[in-house]
Each structure stands twice: as C-alpha cells, then as structure tokens.
C-alpha cells in the first residue's frame, strides 16, 4: 500500500491528452511538500519528468505538466505518441516518511 | 558525463548480508543528498535510505535496524550495508542524487539486483 495513490493504468489514442493523477494526504502533499514525476521504461532507470511540482527538467518535451492542488497533483501529457508508453510514478516528501512513491501508474497508448 | 554505477548484487539467503556499491561520476556524492531506492519485481519504488551531504542518515521502517547507509569521500562511492536479509528485500536496488532540488531524484543508476531466497 503506498502513500501516495495512482490509477494502475491509464490509456489514450495517439495525439490525445491524458492525466495522470496522484492523491496524497496532508501530511505529504497537503502540507505543501513538492511533487515530482518520473517516467520509466521497463527494464530501465527511472527518469526525472516534472520536478517542483511543475517544473520541467531540461530535455523534457513541453507535452508534459504537472500541476498540485490541495493534496493531489497531476501529469498531464498532452499529443500522446506512442514512445510515451511507459510507467509513470509521483514522488513526494511525508513528514513522518521522508520521501514517498506512488504504486505507479501504466499508461498503454492505443 | 554525470553518472551513477551500481554493484554487489547477487543471490542471498534468507538472514544472510550484502554490501551495495554505487560509484559516482562526473559530481561529488558528498556535496549532495544520495538515497538508495528499490523496486520489487514487477513492483513500483520503494525509497530505502538518504544520506544528507552533512552525513545525517535516514531510513524507511522496512530497513530501519537492518541496513546501514554510508559513503566513502575518496572514492566518491555509496554504500549500502545488508544484514538480516529477508525475501521481501528481493528488489533492484538503485542508487539515485538529489539535485539542485531538493527531493527529485534527478540521476540514477541503473541498479543492481538482489534476491533473497533459499
């Protein structure tokens, strides 16, 4: 059971927009602490995607944003492509934790 | 190049130890926070310990008493101590920095797995 809470899976059409979302509690992301996004490829490392809530390390393609509100944030993926396939988890930090993970979540691109 | 490289990996028994490495380059792993994270098979991550660039230490209560996080200076290396081994422990285990922002875990390895079995 993670801390943070994901949808297993989503899916989208290629070109479409999909949302990502995460639902912490108020003591990770409700007590304001930022959210990251990584994005995975089986087999391989972890990769930064949104960092700060929504911040975009250099190299990320403008397709992707993150947003926080209350004790949620969200990815979204706007003009969905099919090397977006790929598992994607938030991140954040709990007061009583340290750093937490979502379950992660399976976007499948139609 | 900015890089991570873990070794030690391997197969264990049950209460059995292990002892992770992960060599940096390309940054000084002293001047910044380095945790260890792992990843189950067919699992999401798991945050397993942080070292603070101050030498503070920290760890998830799975670990706590079990696994010890340290750093050698000269050798620009983490570790990742592992006693009282159980099954559950069985995870790619990654070494990853936090960066300029504190929290997002900005370089990884590209893990090394242990399994932990009879």
Request: neutral net charge; proline residues 4%.
């Amino acid at each position: 059971q993670s801390v943070l809470t994901q949808p297993p899976s989503v899916s989208g059409a290629p070109g479409q927009r999909v949302t990502i979302s995460c639902t912490g509690s108020r003591s990770n992301i409700g007590a304001g602490y930022d959210v990251q996004w990584y994005q995975q490829f089986p087999g391989t490392a972890p990769k930064l995607l949104i960092y700060g809530n929504n911040n975009r390390p250099s190299g990320v393609p403008d397709r992707f944003s993150g947003s926080k509100s209350g004790t949620s944030a969200s990815l979204a993926i706007t003009g969905l492509q099919a090397d977006d396939e790929a598992d994607y988890y938030c991140q954040s930090y709990d007061s009583s934790l340290s750093r937490v993970f979502g379950g992660g979540t399976k976007l499948t691109v139609l | 190049e900015v890089q991570l490289v873990e070794s030690g990996g391997g197969l264990v028994q049950p209460g059995g130890s292990l002892r992770l490495s992960c060599v940096a380059s390309g940054f000084t792993i002293s001047s910044n926070y380095m945790s260890w994270v792992r990843q189950a098979p067919g699992k999401g991550l798991e945050w397993v310990s942080l070292i603070y660039s101050g030498g503070n230490t920290y760890y998830a209560d799975s670990v706590k008493g079990r696994f010890t996080i340290s750093r050698d200076n000269s050798k620009n290396t983490l570790f990742l101590q592992m006693n009282s081994l159980r099954p559950e422990d069985t995870a790619v285990y990654h070494c990853a920095r936090e960066g300029d922002h504190r929290q997002a875990f900005d370089i990884w390895g590209q893990g090394t797995m242990v399994t932990v079995s009879s």
